[in-house]
């Protein structure tokens, strides 16, 4: 179900990856290539362009997010299907409405590869396309009863792996119902298949503003030359770009690594915004930086770098308790919960969430 887009770029068999990369892909990985094609996994695609910037060494942080690795098949007892308790929030079909002024529409129906890291993989593994007009209407007659609703997050999937014509459909009618609203746009395809961003594309978003664009970025790496190309675009014709970085096990979770990703983020132009905590999805346990080690990070990193260039550390609360900074305080308690210690995360009206406890995060890394 990718579109046209993104076929002819699209790698989803690893011995078409570039020739380094493919000749470093071991006889487990392999395997385990095998067994989630027939287990129905979170499945293995990558763009070329993505893939040319990873290096064949297993420690290597670009070809850690899309490589799968068979850690991915250690038991979980914290994993949710659900980790964000989306379903709790459903307004329509596509659109979920947890916070009072802003919506979220699952717009996209794929992506430009697979982050081996990514909590809406329930989604990506029923296929999906992109949002049909038919579709749309339920979402739109709720964003027109719900003027509280200022900003709609379009996201997915990743939206951009649509074509021109049907993201122009999509704008056109969202800013026909509710001619105001601030659309944040979601989507990592500035850094996993910047040509998709042609001055044509960059041109239909300016349009559509107020628009601000959010991407994901977790490593300097990732900033590389075209990616900074098409992103200094969107800043240059008055889209603001701001970036989300997930604090991920043995990718980015140091304190140089990530001084280094927002002081280019900030060179560039792009605001960095959220420094996410993982989220509770299944197969990702061995990404988990331990909750105290990443508020250790986070100290560190206020030392290092500006203000500007400062993101929030945050997690959204296992199961639908919303977003939340994170700080020493954060953590209210400990508690031995069936599944092993959590600890209780301070959520709104003083309730407790939890979240494991660093004791609990697996000590399998990579194998
Ligand atoms: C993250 C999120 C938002 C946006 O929250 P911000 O804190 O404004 O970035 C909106 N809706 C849902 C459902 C979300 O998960």
């Known amino acids: 179900m990718l579109s046209m887009?993104?076929?002819?770029?699209?790698?989803t068999s690893w011995e078409d990856l570039p020739v380094p990369l493919a000749g470093s892909v071991d006889a487990t990985e392999a395997a385990y290539l095998e067994t989630?094609?027939?287990?129905?996994?979170?499945?293995?695609a990558v763009s070329s362009y993505f893939a040319s910037l990873a290096g064949p060494?297993?420690?290597?942080?670009i070809r850690r997010q899309f490589l799968p690795n068979?850690?991915?098949?250690?038991?979980?007892?914290?994993?949710?299907?659900d980790p964000l308790g989306e379903a709790l929030h459903q307004a329509a079909p596509r659109l979920i409405h947890q916070y009072?002024?802003?919506?979220?529409?699952?717009?996209g129906g794929t992506c430009a590869g697979y982050c081996r890291y990514c909590f809406r993989r329930m989604w990506i593994n029923q296929p999906k396309h992109f949002i049909s007009?038919?579709?749309?209407?339920?979402?739109?007659?709720?964003?027109?009863?719900?003027?509280?609703?200022?900003?709609?997050l379009i996201s997915g999937g990743d939206p951009l792996t649509a074509e021109d014509v049907r993201l122009a459909e999509l704008f056109r009618a969202l800013r026909d119902t509710r001619p105001g609203i601030l659309l944040r746009l979601c989507t990592r395809v500035p850094i996993t298949h910047p040509s998709r961003l042609t001055p044509e594309t960059i041109r239909l978003l300016k349009a559509y503003r107020p628009l601000r664009m959010v991407i994901q970025s977790n490593h300097p790496r990732e900033l590389a030359e075209p990616a900074q190309e098409v992103l200094t675009a969107c800043v240059d014709q008055g889209i603001p770009v701001h970036v989300q970085t997930v604090l991920l096990r043995g990718i980015n979770d140091d304190a140089e690594v990530l001084a280094d990703l927002f002081r280019k983020c900030l060179d560039l132009g792009l605001s960095p915004y959220y420094l996410f905590q993982l989220d509770l999805a299944p197969g990702t346990a061995h990404f988990r930086v331990p909750l105290k080690t990443g508020l250790a990070l986070y100290r560190e990193l206020k030392e290092r770098?500006?203000?500007l260039g400062f993101p929030v550390y945050a997690v959204d609360l296992p199961g639908g308790g919303g977003k939340i900074p994170l700080h020493e305080g954060s953590i209210a308690g400990e508690w031995e919960d069936p599944?092993?210690?959590?600890?209780?995360?301070?959520?709104?009206?003083?309730?407790?969430?939890?979240?494991?406890?660093?004791?609990?995060?697996?000590?399998?890394?990579?194998?």
């Open 100 to 107: 009072q002024d802003r919506a979220l529409l699952l717009a």
């Open 36 to 44: 989630i094609k027939q287990t129905g996994g979170l499945p293995f």
């Open 5 to 11: 887009v993104m076929t002819k770029t699209l790698i």
């Open 70 to 81: 068979p850690a991915e098949a250690l038991a979980d007892p914290f994993a949710l299907q």
């Open 305 to 307: 770098i500006s203000g």
């Open 133 to 152: 007009p038919v579709e749309l209407i339920p979402a739109l007659a709720y964003l027109k009863a719900h003027p509280e609703i200022r900003e709609l």
């Open 339 to 367: 599944r092993g210690t959590v600890y209780l995360l301070q959520g709104t009206h003083g309730k407790l969430w939890p979240y494991p406890a660093d004791k609990n995060v697996h000590k399998e890394l990579f194998l």
């Open 57 to 61: 060494d297993k420690t290597d942080p």
